[in-house]
């Protein structure tokens, strides 16, 4: 298996800082490529330097112990620095035009045989690496917000990803002591397609009827989570939610799958610059209506899980692992399924179908009500 002993991190920002730092406190040399050396140095400040002080400060590290760290982190704002590199994770913008391009810096900077990943969220792993010689050597690897926080992180195989590759990945996934899931290039890859949608699905029922308060109550109470997910939007970004949502339809609502449309409040609230205002009014009592939205919310979590386990995007147990790393949801989708039994979850995914908001996966259509085998 390939060893990775020095890794490279495109994109010295929110997500870049974090991956980096993390590599660097489970042992790896790092080295930060940023677009000037200004921002390599003011980066450095805020994203290293900062957080390790506080951990010394709160006694959580020692001085020596951070200087350790440190001393295994450097930054450049040159790609030729980047070549004694085994690895190289790129947290640049989201844009898809830079990114090619960044990939194509990479694979003349780098070895051959360096491994060039993203932690791209909405692009399509191969399309990236489209002038990287040597595809083998290529994957996706996807940490969810805060990177030095959550746990998982998605390691993305596309087409062209040997197995070498792969293993080394899910080796320094581990050696990270991040909790790696298995997953195909895929819009959106296996986690955010379930969270997005569920939000798509919460949002459209805002208005008259139901306030934001609502809706983060009914979202706690269906999911059993302590968090809703209207509260996980406001952490999110209303705008990085409402892109991605577009960029999910985009992929998915003219395939076999489907995708529930883009709700006019969320664009309204995007549009104004403004979050949900979790304490907008009284949540509404009338169990009756909120059994709706829940039903809607449920359906269409089936729909989208099921739907990818067809299209051998996750297995069901990393999927079931993922979205409880990841959204710290109690339960996972298959779980909640087997748990309300077959007939009912088939009754919610046909509300979804007749909503609109997703096709009937294959399963359903055909009846088969057995239970998931996790
Ligand atoms: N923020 C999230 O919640 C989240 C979660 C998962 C994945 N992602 C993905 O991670 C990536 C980075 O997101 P972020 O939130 O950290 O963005 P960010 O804007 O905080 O950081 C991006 C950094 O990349 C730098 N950059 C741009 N072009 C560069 C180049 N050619 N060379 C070196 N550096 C360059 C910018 O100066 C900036 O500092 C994006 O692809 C995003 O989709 C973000």
Redesign the pocket.
């Known amino acids: 298996m390939k060893e990775v002993q020095t890794v490279g991190v495109?994109?010295?920002?929110?997500?870049?800082?974090?991956i980096g730092l993390n590599a660097a406190m489970s042992g790896y040399r790092v080295i930060y490529?940023?677009?000037n050396d200004e921002?390599v140095q003011a980066?450095f400040e805020k994203g290293v330097a900062k957080p390790l002080g506080k951990r010394v400060a709160k006694g959580k590290m020692t001085q020596a112990e951070m200087d350790e760290i440190a001393g295994r982190i450097t930054g450049t704002?040159s790609?030729a620095d980047l070549a004694p590199c085994d690895l190289v994770i790129?947290?640049?913008?989201?844009?898809m035009d830079?990114?090619i391009?960044?990939f194509a810096?990479l694979a003349a900077a780098c070895r051959e045989d360096a491994i060039l990943v993203?932690?791209?969220?909405?692009?399509l792993i191969e399309k990236l690496m489209a002038k990287v010689s040597n595809p083998a050597r290529t994957a996706g690897l996807?940490?969810?917000?805060?990177?030095n926080v959550n746990r998982l992180v998605e390691v993305i195989r596309q087409r062209q990803t040997s197995d070498e590759t792969y293993e080394a990945l899910m080796e320094f996934a581990r050696r990270n002591r991040k909790v790696p899931i298995t997953v195909k290039d895929f819009p959106g890859f296996a986690i955010n397609p379930v969270f997005i949608s569920s939000y798509l699905i919460l949002d459209s029922f805002y208005g008259d009827r139901f306030n934001a308060a609502t809706l983060e109550k009914l979202s706690q109470e269906a999911l059993g989570v302590k968090f809703g997910i209207m509260w996980v939007q406001n952490g999110?970004?209303i705008g990085?939610c409402y892109h991605a949502g577009v960029s999910m339809i985009d992929y998915l609502a003219d395939t076999d799958i489907g995708y529930p449309p883009m709700p006019a409040s969320l664009e309204e609230k995007f549009k104004a610059g403004e979050s949900w205002n979790l304490e907008d009014g009284p949540v509404l009592a009338d169990e009756e209506a909120g059994r709706e939205v829940k039903d809607r919310l449920l359906g269409g979590i089936f729909s989208i899980s099921t739907h990818l386990i067809e299209k051998e995007v996750v297995s069901a147990a990393d999927l079931e692992l993922g979205i409880k790393t990841a959204l710290a949801w109690p339960r996972g989708p298959f779980t909640m399924m087997n748990d309300l039994g077959m007939a009912e979850v088939q009754r919610l995914v046909q509300l979804a179908a007749d909503a609109g908001d997703f096709k009937l996966p294959r399963k359903f259509r055909e009846g088969d009500l057995t239970l998931w085998q996790l």
Do not use: R
């Open positions: 495109v994109g010295f920002g929110v997500m870049g800082a974090a490529k940023e677009l921002l980066m704002s790609y790129e947290a640049a913008i989201e844009k830079l990114k391009q960044v810096d993203s932690n791209t969220s909405t692009f996807h940490y969810f917000f805060p990177a999110s970004g990085t």
